[in-house]
């Protein structure tokens, strides 16, 4: 196989090149697991759901820091931080 200039390339090596560079989320307000044990950023009163084209999760606490990029989004799954609080009955 051959690439754009004529070099010989492995099949591997062009699939490392295709491969999508897509970041980690990495909008936590505090390190994922120093939380409560057994709850997810899911269950917090900071979590926000962004409706836009798709879902994208953020943490309320480090809106400051929001972008439009993939690298401030959450997962939902994720262990909950020091700053998790329950969801209030008001917000249900």
Not at 54 to 68: D, G, M, Q, S, V
């Amino acid at each position: 196989m051959r690439d754009l200039f004529g070099n010989e390339i492995t099949e591997e090596e062009a699939r490392r090149r295709l491969k999508r560079r897509d970041p980690e989320p990495n909008g936590y307000a505090w390190k994922p697991g120093t939380g409560p044990e057994g709850e997810k950023c899911k269950g917090c009163e900071y979590f926000v759901r962004r409706h836009m084209s798709k879902t994208y999760f953020k943490c309320r606490l480090a809106r400051e820091n929001w972008t439009k990029t993939r690298r401030t989004d959450i997962k939902a799954n994720a262990p909950a931080c020091k700053f998790w609080k329950a969801i209030s009955d008001d917000e249900r």
